[in-house]
């Protein structure tokens, strides 16, 4: 009566049980659900620098990376801790921003971390060339943070002076 029955629609392959000796069996007629795919999808996938970039935009990055590097050992020390602490607070403005579900660009994130990191790097470097051990730069790393004055990081600044801007426009308009 019920045969084996198999259709296949394009790598789609149905398989129903054959049918059961008993009768009193109320089991499903139905196996189940065999795909079948062709072989191009199961090839392992393209290796992550080929997929990702070439070897051109690598190339690419690493120079921007060396002038970066550049023009922070070009900066004194007080300018690079002016910078970290300018950066670190636009790391803190874009984390609010993330929390309160606004617009932003989270390559900004690793971009800024990145440059934090380049800046305290060089930071270091030039302690070690003083001879400034370990225990005595983490020492005076704790008494800079101390003296450190928040201030708004420069894109609330000129967030707010937009605005500013604005205001006074409009007072203007209606006056």
């Known amino acids: 009566m019920l045969t084996s029955l198999t259709a296949s629609i394009s790598g789609l392959t149905l398989n129903p049980r054959p049918p059961a000796n008993n009768a009193l069996s109320s089991s499903s007629s139905f196996n189940g659900l065999a795909l079948r795919l062709p072989a191009a999808l199961c090839s392992p996938p393209p290796s992550a620098s080929t997929c990702r970039r070439g070897p051109r935009s690598t190339a690419v990055m690493m120079a921007n990376r060396e002038e970066e590097l550049k023009e922070i050992r070009t900066k ?79 894109s609330l600044i000129k967030m707010r002076e937009e605005e500013e801007a604005e205001e006074s426009q409009e007072a203007e308009k209606s006056a």
């Not at 602490?85 to 971390?113: C, D, I, P, Q, Y």
């Not at 060339?129 to 943070?145: F, P, V």
């Open 76 to 154: 004194s020390t007080g300018e690079i801790n002016e910078e970290v602490v300018e950066l670190k607070g636009e790391l803190f403005m874009l984390r609010l921003l993330r929390s309160t579900r606004n617009e932003f660009k989270a390559s900004e994130f690793r971009r800024m971390r990145k440059r934090i990191a380049r800046m305290l790097t060089v930071k270091r470097e030039r302690e070690i060339e003083e001879g400034i051990n370990k225990r005595l730069s983490r020492k005076l790393d704790r008494k800079w943070k101390k003296i450190i004055i928040v201030k708004p990081p420069p």
